[in-house]
């Protein structure tokens, strides 16, 4: 999801020009849903790569018994 990012901010940003434009067509409330999916998955990519970060090592820990 954190490597979405990108992709997810482009498409908001495209499907939020082509839905409140003032562009009349069919299926132009399906562009404005589509629109808020994408805003939503950008916001949830942007909160995933700020809050769990990209480092690979895992450190483990020894279970005390």
Do not use: P
């Not at 999916?37 to 020894?62: G, H, P, T, W």
């Amino acid at each position: 999801m954190k490597n979405y990012t990108l992709h997810f901010l482009i498409m908001t940003i495209v499907t939020g020009i082509l839905g409140f434009a003032g562009l009349n067509f069919f299926g132009i409330e399906v562009v404005r849903v589509l629109f808020l999916i994408f805003a939503d998955l950008l916001i949830v990519a942007l909160i995933s790569k700020i809050f769990f970060s990209d480092s690979k090592e895992v450190r483990l820990q020894r279970v005390k018994k």
